[in-house]
T-cell receptor
Framework: NAGVTQTPKFRVLKTGQSMTLLCAQD?????MYWYRQDPGMGLRLIHY???????AKGEVPDGYNVSRLKKQNFLLGLESAAPSQTSVYFC???????????FGQGTRLTVV | KQEVTQIPAALSVPEGENLVLNCSFT??????LQWFRQDPGKGLTSLLL?????REQTSGRLNASLDKSSGRSTLYIAASQPGDSATYLC????????????FGEGTQLTVNP
């Protein structure tokens, strides 16, 4: 039972480069979320989705885009990476908005 | 804006001790409160979920309580073990703002053998 899987686990980008982080869940969850975790700032919501084909902005959406073309996948894109986007990114999913959230193992991204 | 505070930020205890971690939140309009564990360099593992209508939840040596009206939750760990060493995060799921989880910054727990 894989749960929530994030790809890749580590990445180093140069300023201005682009990349896509992939989140896949095999629990048939409707809701999916992208968070970033920074020292002293805790976890902050970037974008989220309440079902296939839907996306919405969270607390810190600037510089990121997302897509949810398939129910099981939620992609987070950085079009032009900046050093301020150096962080650990976590994907999470839940069956419904009030049910238990499950997290992936994280992607450690460094932008130089 | 919802704010979640966890006290203490760090805690060091000898093995076998019972301990309490505290979490407070400013907006009581929540669906639930969830406690997570995070090991260094790892993801978050869900420990306990308390719905807003519940007062407490138990799992093994863990017991979490919720007082929604006062904006407080506690996580009680009985007979602590070195393997309990980790950062413990609480998060509240709000009725508004897209049902997002708002996290505290965590309590870093060290259990010494």
């Amino acid at each position: 039972n894989a749960g929530v899987t994030q790809t890749p686990k580590f990445r180093v980008l140069k300023t201005g480069q682009s990349m896509t982080l992939l989140c896949a869940q095999d629990m048939n969850h409707e809701y999916m979320y992208w968070y970033r975790q920074d020292p002293g700032m805790g976890l902050r919501l970037i974008h989220y989705s309440v079902g296939e084909g839907t996306t919405a902005k969270g607390e810190v959406p600037d510089g990121y885009n997302v897509s949810r073309l398939k129910k099981q996948n939620f992609l987070l894109g950085l079009e032009s990476a900046a050093p301020s986007q150096t962080s650990v990114y976590f994907c999470a999913s839940s069956y419904f908005y009030s049910t238990e959230a499950f997290f992936g193992q994280g992607t450690r991204l460094t932008v130089v | 804006k919802q704010e979640v505070t966890q006290i203490p930020a760090a805690l060091s205890v000898p093995e076998g001790e019972n301990l309490v971690l505290n979490c407070s939140f400013t907006d009581s309009a929540i669906y639930n409160l969830q406690w997570f564990r995070q090991d260094p360099g790892k993801g978050l593992t869900s420990l306990l979920l308390i719905q807003s209508s519940q007062r407490e939840q138990t799992s093994g040596r863990l017991n979490a309580s919720l007082d929604k009206s006062s904006g407080r939750s506690t996580l009680y760990i009985a007979a602590s073990q070195p393997g309990d060493s980790a950062t413990y995060l609480c998060a509240v799921q709000q009725e508004t703002s897209g049902s997002r989880l708002t996290f505290g910054e965590g309590t870093q727990l060290t259990v010494n053998p």
